[in-house]
C-alpha cells in the first residue's frame, strides 16, 4: 500500500560515518593547500643563474710550456683538396693485378 503525504518523515537527516569522513576530508585538504603554500612561500620570486656543467672526470691543468697553445695561422692560401678519385683508381689497379696474379696460368 502506498504511503500518503502526511505519513511522509519529515525527520532531519542523521549523520552517519561517512558524513564524518566526508568532514575529515575537508579539513585535510584545506591543511594540506597552506602547508603547500607556506612551502612556495619559502622560494624566491626569481630563478638563480643556472652553473655551466664541467665535464666529469676532466681535470683542467695548467700547459707545460706555461701557456695556451695558439692556434697555426692562415696564410690565405687554399690547400689542395684531397682527391680521393686517385686514391680509388689506385686501389682498383692494385686490386686487379693481385687477381692477375693468383689466376693460374694456362699452357699453351
Known sequence: MARRDDELDTSPPTNDAFTGMLAISLIALIVGAALLYLDWQQYPESTPKKPIPKAPGAVLQPAADGGAKKPPADD????????????????????????KDDEPKKDA
Do not use: Q, R, S
Open 76 to 99: 690565405g692560401a687554399k690547400k689542395p683538396a684531397d682527391d680521393g678519385a686517385k686514391k680509388v683508381d689506385d686501389l682498383k689497379k692494385a686490386d686487379d693485378a693481385a687477381k
